[in-house]
């Protein structure tokens, strides 16, 4: 039997400026030290192998942050002690999100080059009001420019953009959305604009700066998206992820799966199995500390920077896996979820909670599956309200 599979994130907490948007840890710092980043995390992925070994990685992912900031030399170094570290799969997944700006364009044939073979791109819209409004620091054409390098130098891409922008209409919406369709190749993120806590963004708004569409139009926004997208080949695999058939991100379908997956840099958590010839016997629950400076310091004192460390068990193993499966647009894998948790999901949550879910097309199950309906998954947090009490 070949050994339990894992995920490997990297976060990279690094922006050129921080968009008013985001709620991610992602800090601006005049200079950064790369050498000193780049050994800070190779010694917590040394840490990280010493907390789960024995796995064979199937993918790896540079988050952020910006990890297009990154050099590529550090990007190669995290690659190759992985596979010094752990069995590599021999078709290792490996993604950068990048920024589309034309100086991290210039960046694509040397992390390449490193080995990175799927490149996340941060469009986030191809109207130029809506990407000053947003804060970018790209414009539409750097874009496209960027999409265009990326599909010459890594094996797969995907873009994001961000919609349901303040006074923007579902027929201006879905012309950006043909224009973005027609540089997508196999995998499009689009998110609905969200107001996070502590973003410049969500003050302003507190104050009237703008106001978001209203509900009725947030609802007609994503159903037509949907529509359009499966029209497409694109159809959804998850909330806001779309890919065609065989090409979603296999390290998100990790996350979504409650599979194994360790996390290294400012902030990252991990997930992993205690013992994983027995996965329901317990998780355990991993996230480094989130300033950038504090776990640089952690690591170079004690070898990692983790922040917390707890074992998740029964209810919290049930509770993270809805939370996570969910999402997914093929609902959760009902023998996946008893072996991960120790119990059918349509057992642990019960008859009483799920019949009015599923009476009012909210959830979907069958002998293999349950899920969330598009609507569900449209307010999927009241959903999980209802279930997780
Ligand atoms: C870690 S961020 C991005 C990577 C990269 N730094 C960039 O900005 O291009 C991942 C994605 O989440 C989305 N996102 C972040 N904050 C959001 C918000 N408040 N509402 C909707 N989408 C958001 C954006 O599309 C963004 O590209
Ligand atoms: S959206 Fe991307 S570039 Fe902007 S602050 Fe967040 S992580 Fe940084």
């Given at each position: 039997?070949?050994?339990?599979?894992?995920?490997?994130?990297?976060?990279?907490?690094?922006?050129?400026?921080?968009?008013?948007?985001?709620?991610?840890?992602?800090?601006?710092?005049?200079?950064?030290?790369?050498?000193?980043?780049?050994?800070?995390?190779?010694?917590?992925?040394?840490?990280?192998a010493?907390?789960?070994?024995?796995?064979?990685?199937?993918?790896?992912?540079?988050?952020?942050?910006?990890?297009?900031?990154?050099?590529?030399?550090?990007?190669?170094?995290?690659?190759?002690?992985?596979?010094?570290?752990?069995?590599?799969?021999?078709?290792?997944?490996?993604?950068?999100?990048?920024?589309?700006?034309?100086?991290?364009?210039?960046?694509f044939?040397?992390?390449?080059?490193?080995?990175?073979?799927?490149?996340?791109?941060?469009?986030?819209?191809?109207?130029?009001?809506?990407?000053?409004?947003?804060?970018?620091?790209?414009?539409?054409?750097?874009?496209?420019?960027?999409?265009?390098?990326?599909?010459?130098?890594f094996?797969?891409?995907?873009?994001?953009?961000?919609?349901?922008?303040?006074?923007?209409?579902?027929?201006?919406?879905?012309?950006?959305?043909?224009?973005?369709?027609?540089?997508?190749?196999?995998?499009?993120?689009?998110?609905?604009?969200?107001?996070?806590?502590?973003?410049?963004?969500?003050?302003?708004?507190?104050?009237?700066?703008?106001?978001?569409?209203?509900?009725?139009?947030?609802a007609?926004?994503?159903?037509?998206?949907?529509?359009?997208?499966?029209?497409a080949?694109?159809?959804?695999?998850?909330?806001?992820?779309?890919?065609?058939?065989?090409?979603?991100?296999?390290?998100?379908?990790?996350?979504?799966?409650?599979?194994?997956?360790?996390?290294?840099?400012?902030?990252?958590?991990?997930?992993?199995?205690?013992?994983?010839?027995?996965?329901?016997?317990?998780?355990?629950?991993?996230?480094?500390?989130?300033?950038?400076?504090?776990?640089?310091?952690?690591?170079?004192?004690?070898?990692?920077g983790?922040?917390?460390?707890?074992?998740?068990?029964?209810?919290?193993?049930?509770?993270?896996?809805?939370?996570?499966?969910?999402?997914?647009?093929?609902?959760?894998?009902?023998a996946?979820?008893?072996?991960?948790?120790?119990?059918?999901?349509?057992?642990?949550?019960?008859?009483?909670?799920?019949?009015?879910?599923?009476?009012?097309?909210?959830?979907?199950?069958?002998?293999t599956?349950?899920?969330?309906?598009?609507?569900?998954?449209?307010?999927?947090?009241a959903?999980?309200?209802?279930?997780?009490?």
């Amino acid at each position: 039997m070949s050994a339990p599979p894992l995920g490997v994130y990297v976060h990279w907490p690094f922006c050129k400026s921080k968009c008013p948007y985001c709620d991610f840890n992602s800090h601006v710092r005049d200079g950064v030290e790369q050498m000193r980043w780049r050994n800070a995390l190779l010694t917590e992925l040394e840490h990280a192998a010493r907390e789960a070994p024995e796995r064979r990685v199937e993918t790896i992912f540079f988050g952020g942050g910006t990890p297009s900031l990154m050099a590529p030399e550090t990007v190669g170094a995290v690659i190759e002690r992985t596979r010094t570290l752990w069995d590599t799969a021999p078709d290792l997944e490996i993604t950068l999100e990048a920024n589309p700006t034309s100086v991290e364009a210039g960046k694509f044939a040397a992390l390449a080059q490193a080995g990175v073979n799927r490149v996340s791109l941060g469009v986030q819209s191809l109207d130029a009001d809506a990407l000053r409004f947003l804060g970018r620091e790209h414009s539409a054409d750097e874009a496209i420019a960027a999409i265009a390098t990326a599909r010459h130098h890594f094996a797969r891409y995907s873009f994001d953009l961000i919609y349901a922008r303040p006074g923007q209409t579902v027929e201006a919406w879905l012309a950006e959305l043909e224009r973005a369709l027609a540089l997508a190749g196999e995998h499009l993120s689009v998110y609905q604009l969200t107001l996070e806590r502590g973003t410049r963004f969500f003050t302003d708004h507190a104050r009237g700066a703008f106001v978001l569409p209203d509900e009725d139009t947030s609802a007609e926004l994503f159903e037509r998206t949907q529509a359009r997208l499966d029209e497409a080949g694109l159809p959804a695999y998850e909330i806001s992820n779309h890919a065609r058939p065989g090409a979603a991100c296999r390290h998100n379908l990790i996350y979504w799966r409650y599979q194994d997956y360790v996390g290294i840099g400012p902030g990252a958590h991990g997930r992993f199995a205690r013992d994983p010839r027995r996965p329901a016997a317990g998780k355990q629950a991993t996230r480094r500390a989130s300033g950038p400076e504090a776990w640089l310091e952690a690591v170079e004192r004690d070898g990692h920077g983790t922040a917390e460390s707890a074992i998740a068990q029964g209810s919290d193993l049930v509770e993270e896996a809805l939370m996570m499966g969910l999402r997914l647009a093929g609902g959760i894998d009902r023998a996946r979820f008893a072996e991960a948790t120790g119990v059918d999901p349509v057992t642990a949550l019960g008859e009483a909670k799920l019949a009015p879910l599923l009476k009012a097309g909210f959830l979907k199950v069958d002998a293999t599956h349950l899920g969330a309906t598009a609507t569900g998954r449209q307010r999927l947090n009241a959903v999980l309200e209802r279930l997780i009490a």
